[in-house]
């Protein structure tokens, strides 16, 4: 069965440029969640979604991240007027179930902010 | 400091040998996860686990809860290990660690 997928693989967007990240998860896996990894670092959180709810958003940086699952399935993270401090692999994983569920996780989004 | 602390942050060993990873945390946790990152950045869940001791393969994982102490071990280690591990805790949330590289050299 498929994985979870995610688009683009690489995005280069010039600063001030809006850009959209899709996760495609596990079919039927009812949680999903966004993570950040800077170069060098570790994931960190950015938000969780169980079905359509947007359960927790606490982890996003700025008012200018902005994630959506309107039919609990697709999601997608928009981040509007890029900087270069947003430049990272952006990490979408999912599960059947909460942080006490094992999370699969896509391949990531390497974008790069000029 | 840190709430997920890994250690060593690099390691370099030799093909065959018994390689120990070390994860201490200082949040409460519902469980411990060990990941595993290729370059190119796809993640692999190692292991979840709570209590006690899981193995699968040549790959051990180890917790003591009292302690907030955590070991991934590889036995008889081989250069397709070579990879970034990443220790996680979850409770209502996923707290990450910054990761070990490891290299197996042949």
């Known amino acids: 069965g498929a994985g979870v997928s995610q688009s683009p693989r690489y995005k280069v967007a010039k600063r001030g440029q809006d850009v959209a990240l899709r996760c495609d998860p596990i079919?039927?896996?009812?949680?999903l969640f966004w993570y950040q990894q800077a170069l060098g670092q570790g994931p960190e959180f950015l938000t969780y979604?169980?079905?359509?709810?947007?359960?927790?958003k606490s982890g996003l940086p700025s008012d200018r991240f902005f994630a959506e699952r309107p039919e609990g399935s697709v999601s997608t993270l928009k981040i509007q007027r890029t900087q270069q401090e947003d430049s990272a692999v952006y990490l979408c994983a999912s599960s059947w179930g909460t942080y006490q569920e094992t999370q699969y996780f896509g391949p990531g989004t390497r974008l790069l902010v000029l | 400091k840190n709430e997920v602390e890994q250690s060593p942050q690099n390691l370099t060993a030799q093909e065959g040998e018994f390689i120990t990873i070390n994860c201490s945390y200082s949040v409460g946790i519902s469980a411990l996860h060990w990941l595993q990152q290729h370059p190119g950045g796809g993640i692999v869940s190692l292991f979840m686990?709570?209590?006690g001791k899981k193995k699968h393969g040549r790959l051990i994982a180890t917790i003591n809860i009292q302690e907030k102490h955590s070991s991934l071990h590889i036995t008889a280690s081989h250069p397709r290990d070579s990879a970034v591990y990443i220790c996680?805790?979850?409770?209502?949330?996923?707290?990450f660690g910054a990761g070990t590289r490891l290299t197996v050299k042949p």
């Open positions: 079919s039927g896996h009812v949680s």
């Open positions: 686990l709570s209590s």
């Open positions: 996680a805790v979850s409770n209502n949330d996923m707290r």
């Open positions: 979604f169980q079905n359509e709810a947007q359960l927790d």
